[in-house]
């Protein structure tokens, strides 16, 4: 039973530039949260989807942007690449809105130079 | 705003108890969770507190206090293994906020 699986790994992107990242959620799951975590800090919630509608939003600016789609993966877009955009995007699974329980993907490291 | 305070690091021998703390401002709060993060690696779900109490799952447990704004998870017959970052989570109506973190460093 495959868990969340995120692609690509690792991503090298030029200031102002545009990327998307993609996840697949645990087999089951339904619901799909998306995290920026930068080096030494605790993930910040960017997100959440459910039923393809963006439920819920932290504190990110409108270049972050995202999808999902019927089969529930989702993709995140970031417009408008900052230096300090480079982090680690981590994606959390879930079946509904568990209050715990989340399953995260090893994430894609996102370099901006 | 949100905030969550937790110690940023700790360092325990193996086999003994820790008790990693966290505390909490949000506007609004369904429950807390704790996560394991070893370096380059995803985090990892622990436990979840969505009532007061104590929660125990093995080794792990986690306790809450809602009238406190506080948490604790406590890991026991520590091993080396368990050498790795712990965030304390708190879910505010489906938008989630996750504490710095506090390293634990399992000595032999």
């Known amino acids: 039973d495959a868990g969340v699986t995120q692609s690509p790994t690792h991503l090298i992107k030029t200031r102002g530039q545009q990327v998307t990242l993609r996840c697949s959620p645990k087999s089951g799951h339904d619901t799909v949260s998306w995290y920026q975590q930068a080096l030494g800090q605790g993930p910040q919630f960017i997100f959440q989807y459910y039923e393809e509608e963006e439920r819920q939003r932290g504190n990110f600016p409108d270049r972050f942007s995202g999808h999902q789609f019927p089969n529930y993966s989702s993709e995140l877009n970031v417009n408008a690449l900052l230096l300090g955009d480079s982090a680690l995007y981590l994606c959390?699974?879930?079946?509904?809105?568990?209050?715990?329980?989340?399953?995260f993907g090893s994430g894609t490291r996102l370099t901006v130079v | 705003g949100q905030s969550l305070e937790q110690p940023s690091e700790v360092t325990a021998v193996e086999g003994a108890i820790v008790q990693i703390n966290c505390t909490y401002q949000t506007s609004g709060f369904y429950g807390l969770s704790w996560y394991q993060q070893h370096d380059g690696g995803a985090p990892t779900f622990l436990s979840y507190n969505g009532l007061d109490g104590l929660e125990e799952t093995g080794r792990f447990s986690s306790f809450l206090s809602r009238s406190d704004s506080y948490g604790y998870l406590l890991l026991q017959e520590l091993q080396m293994k368990d050498s790795a970052s712990y965030f304390c989570?708190?879910?505010?109506?489906?938008?989630?906020?996750f504490g710095s973190g506090t390293k634990l460093n399992v000595k032999p």
């Open positions: 989570a708190v879910n505010n109506f489906n938008k989630f906020y």
């Open positions: 959390a699974s879930s079946l509904g809105n568990r209050g715990g329980g989340y399953t």
